[in-house]
């Protein structure tokens, strides 16, 4: 069980709960720090002192006061103008992440929201009643305005909830489930929509992908490396402890587990080469750097599933701060960090999969004992080196930009939501570049035999083949890399 606003979130709980194989509910102490939140903003709403998006207009109309028989209005009014998304909408589960972010930051007892109110987004989480939130339109400070509009629009009966694959009008859901629209009161409207869910959902999604990916492509690297006969020594223990960075020490201990006990790799240890490549020699070095980026971007998403970022932040009946904990550039900046490091591993998978088709250290030129009327696997590189090109250009950091909105009250903002976006696009053309690394991998492998691997090498290799057989005479190949990226989609190529 979690105890929203009060347990620490991590990425797996939260990956968890959205699931639902970990029950989320609010505490007696949680719902006691939202009825007393909520109750202070009560107090304020019948003071005639102005306190920001309470009993004032937002961004540059902060200084226009509203009376208190209009601030109800003003808080629906405030959801209503800002669902201006546009394009595509993102992934259901996007939707879920960001209600329970939300949710989770909403119980800490600083938004000044009611209980009801939290309430009714615990329904849609464990419900499945997903609102649709188009991907475009926030600019990532004062929260992701537009994406936050637009996932709580069904709360007061507007927008669409999707209903497994359909898209249906929220009013008629509500009636399906014999709920009411509700009624915002003061500071909700700003409760819901000021945050960062929108950059944190996408945050955590890929964070979710790339965790699997770092092992995976740890595991194309080790069975590239026993395609092309490369040596172990580059991964041993004492090299590493002199450079002890984390994400290196870390790779090239799971190098040394992927290529133990190998009868291939063993049988030319005293061999004449002095040196692999850099892809396959600096595996460590690379794969561990990406690691690093991984580690930071992980801690930083993880205090902020923790934090409270809308605006303003209520702490007593005389105190709200107007301040800034909805800006995103702490997530954006190490979002395009991750992006670079997401990048790379798929750049330095495409030269391993060069490598092996050079038809050196007795594989035969572009993996196929038949070249001239066949071409072998000289094509699928092609696709790889386009998709780490591809990457490459949406490695542009949306966070060292930024353009003043709001008639210059909003006058720096993080373009995190765009970093969040480029992030999972670029681990989703890394699960293409491994597919296709791993299908040249097990092709060198054939040429090894009869010597044996590892049993994990052994073990993948086996269900490599399942799906997709050795390749004698050329055939048709997007078949064989959709197979293969199915299993890579799916977590089926074992990494520990």
């Known amino acids: 069980m979690f105890k929203y606003g009060i347990d620490r979130l991590t990425l797996h709980k939260v990956a968890e709960i959205a699931s639902g194989?970990?029950?989320?509910?609010?505490?007696?102490?949680?719902?006691?720090?939202?009825?007393?939140?909520?109750?202070k903003v009560s107090i304020i709403t019948q003071n005639k002192k102005a306190v920001y998006g309470i009993n004032t207009g937002f961004g540059?109309?902060?200084?226009?006061?509203?009376?208190?028989?209009?601030?109800n209005q003003l808080q629906t009014n405030l959801l209503v103008t800002h669902a201006v998304g546009i394009g595509e909408n993102i992934d259901k589960n996007l939707s879920k992440l960001m209600m329970i972010c939300k949710v989770h930051a909403l119980c800490q007892g600083?938004?000044?929201?009611r209980l009801s109110l939290i309430e009714r987004i615990i329904y849609f989480i464990e419900n499945n009643l997903l609102p649709t939130v188009p991907k475009q339109g926030s600019v990532g400070a004062s929260g992701d305005l537009a994406p936050l509009s637009h996932l709580f629009l069904p709360l007061i009966g507007e927008g669409d909830f999707w209903v497994d694959d359909k898209i249906l009008p929220a009013k008629?859901?509500?009636?399906?489930h014999n709920l009411a629209p509700l009624e915002l009161k003061a500071k909700e409207g700003l409760g819901l929509i000021n945050g960062t869910q929108f950059i944190l959902a996408h945050t955590i999604s890929g964070l979710i992908k790339m965790e699997y990916l770092l092992d995976l492509v740890d595991v194309c690297g080790a069975m590239s490396i026993e395609g092309y006969k490369g040596s172990q020594s580059p991964f041993k223990e004492e090299?590493?402890?002199?450079?002890?960075?984390?994400?290196?020490?870390?790779?090239?201990?799971?190098?040394?587990?992927?290529?133990?006990?190998?009868?291939n790799t063993s049988s030319h240890e005293n061999c004449e080469r002095v040196q692999d490549p850099y892809s396959m020699r600096c595996i460590p070095q690379v794969h561990g750097a990406?690691?690093?980026?991984?580690?930071?971007?992980?801690?930083?998403a993880e205090i902020e599933m923790n934090s409270v970022t809308d605006n303003p932040i209520i702490l007593s009946e005389t105190e709200a701060i107007s301040g800034g904990n909805f800006h995103g550039q702490p997530l954006a900046m190490a979002l395009d960090y991750c992006s670079i490091a997401a990048s790379e591993l798929g750049n330095i998978a495409d030269r391993r999969c060069y490598l092996l088709l050079e038809g050196k250290y007795g594989?035969?030129?572009?993996?196929?004992?038949?070249?001239?009327?066949?071409?072998?696997?000289m094509i699928p590189q092609y696709t790889t080196a386009a998709l780490v090109t591809e990457n490459k250009s949406l490695c542009f950091p949306p966070s060292a930009d930024s353009i003043p909105t709001s008639l210059g009250q909003e006058d720096h903002v993080s373009m995190g939501s765009i970093s969040g976006r480029q992030f999972n696009e670029i681990l989703g053309n890394l699960e293409k570049i491994l597919a296709i690394e791993l299908m040249y991998a097990a092709q060198a492998l054939e040429f090894r035999r009869p010597n044996t691997f590892s049993?994990?090498?052994?073990?993948?290799?086996?269900?490599?083949r399942e799906k997709v057989k050795k390749l004698e005479n050329d055939r048709i190949l997007k078949d064989d890399i959709q197979e293969l990226l199915s299993l890579v989609k799916n977590k089926q190529i074992i990494v520990k």
Do not use: W
């Open 290 to 300: 990406s690691r690093n980026a991984f580690y930071h971007l992980k801690e930083l």
């Open 110 to 113: 600083y938004s000044g929201v």
């Open 239 to 263: 090299l590493h402890k002199i450079r002890p960075y984390k994400g290196t020490i870390k790779v090239a201990e799971r190098m040394r587990f992927l290529l133990q006990d190998s009868q």
């Open 455 to 464: 049993k994990i090498i052994e073990q993948n290799h086996a269900i490599i």
């Open 172 to 176: 008629e859901v509500l009636k399906m």
């Open 21 to 39: 194989n970990l029950k989320a509910y609010i505490d007696k102490e949680a719902t006691q720090k939202i009825i007393a939140s909520r109750q």
């Open 363 to 377: 594989l035969p030129r572009l993996l196929t004992e038949s070249g001239g009327l066949n071409s072998g696997f």
């Open 60 to 71: 540059p109309l902060c200084d226009v006061q509203i009376s208190p028989k209009e601030t």
